[in-house]
């Protein structure tokens, strides 16, 4: 038996019928990331601790390199962090671990999640298993090569513009960017904490609903944390989406989307529409905004919070050879040029540039108020249809190194995605088919906040009568 | 409005961020055409929007003041790069 191959709950039958262990699989999960990641690099770390292989979902899992997890090393992909060892585990973690959680290792991301390819982390590139000249997609790059090589069984990312569900797209597996609030950010390594939101990265949407199961939930560590009731979210695996309206946004198929990622998506409509679902045409007019709109508020976010990372407590500590200003000065100074990569440096001069006396007002506070009025567009659609349906990305995986030289080109490729953590709404990716050149292609769907439900039933159905989630690449 | 190489030099000391003359000119091109992009932004308008901070309406969020268990003094600077006297330490500042 491929026990890598399988789905968290194909595993879970079969440790239930003794068949296999919990702990057969997660070697041979381990075997299998010895064969196939010198060609993927979906991981940065092994797992220095071994599970207990204790509880009821002993499943393998990957963990992105965001995630504190206790007596491990976790960098966030960037060399100012490299040699933290995380005293405490994150909420997620917790609940991962308390659920039986086999955890495997910590798989590449951007550095500090900044990016959309996987390709600013300061390991360098995870590559795509469909094709491994080609990015994964990012900034959860190395969560969702992992799920797609059979290297996970599922795994957690991060989204704060399209972080999970642009590589889940771009490898061919669901991802799912929960609610604001509905999953606990604490020990998640912040990066626009108005935006984050972790979530599951797995091979089926069944599993999607079981991992948000184990994560969903309050948390007072966390004060965004929502203190609402948490369904069981296989309850919402219902094969019929008879009745139930589906919003398209003419915008969503404007100029700049791929003609065959157009094609695919039109199909799934179709589909859809057999399956008596209602397709309405909604209006987004202000999402053609919405890059302009996050890569202010993001980057603002993102220089506050990485003004922590100065050589004062922990990671890397440099000091200049010559003096410059004072001691403590150049340190900060030192450390923070030789410990950020280009992109980070961006960011955080993009964020600090919008916070600044004299610009505050024409680019944060205007970004904040196109904010509402991308939120506003959403509650209108809301009103008329239970979820937004488009393309996840507006092509497939590009090649390695294609836009590492136009950062603005990178950016458009998360157009899809913003909207959702602009809005704090959950969205979801699921794989809808392939191109000519056999790359994965995703379809998003947007809902109203807290009803993950109504996304994982239409996903369900929807993938119930295709069989895209079924193919596996060949590596 | 434009970023000149200037904002760059400025905002970067604000960040401290020492950049390399090389440095200095890439950033300067990347993000002039990045604000030269979100100036998209000035288009609309927005005298009677509000901003929006948080997606979901937030309020403060308080508990009782007692005491907790948190990680030992010990567990919290395990992972200091220097630390003295129970303390994180860094290079003088005052002679």
Redesign the interface.
Known sequence: MNLPQLTAHDLLDVFKSGKASPKEAYEDVLRRIKAVDPKVKAYVRPAKNQPDFKGGFQIPIALKDNLCTKQEEITCASRILKG?????DAGVVEKVKKSGGAVLGFANQDEFAFGSSCETSCYGPTFNPWDLQCVPGGSSGGSAAAVAADEAVWALGSDTGGSIRQPASFCGIVGLKP???RVSRYGLIAFAS?LDQIGPLTKDVRDCALLLNIIAGYD?RD??C?NEPVPDYTKALVNDVRGLKIGVPKEAFAEGLDAQVRVSLEAAIDLLKKLGAVVTQVHLP?TP?A???Y??VATAEA?SNLARF????????V?PARA?K?????????T??KG?G?EA??R???G??AL?SG?YD??Y?????????I?NDLDEAFKVCDVVLTPTSPTVAFKVGEKMSD??SM?LSDIYTIPAN????PAISVPCGFSKGGLPIGMQLMGK?FDEEMLLRVSYTYEQNTEWHTRKPNL | ?S?SKQ??K???A??????SDG?LE??TQ??A???H??E???K?D?DN????????P?GN?L?SDETLKS?TQQ??L?????AKDGC?K????IE
């Open positions: 933290f060892i995380s005293p405490y609610t604001y609030g108005s007072e004060s965004t929502v202000h905004y890059v302009a709109t890569y202010i220089s100065d050589g004062v407590r922990y990671g890397l500590r000091q410059r004072n001691a403590l000065v150049d340190m900060y100074e030192e923070r040029s950020f280009a440096k961006r955080i001069m993009l600090t540039y600044s610009y024409a680019y506070l205007r970004g904040q108020k196109v904010r509402t009025l939120k950062p603005l950016y602009l809005a704090g709404i906040a | 409005m970023i904002d760059v400025y905002v970067a604000l960040a401290r961020i020492d950049l440095e890439g950033f990347t993000l055409k990045i604000v992009y979100v998209q932004l000035q609309l927005l929007v509000k901003p929006t901070s948080h997606a979901v937030m969020v508990r990680l567990q919290a395990s992972i200091a790069v220097e994180f860094v290079p003088l500042v």
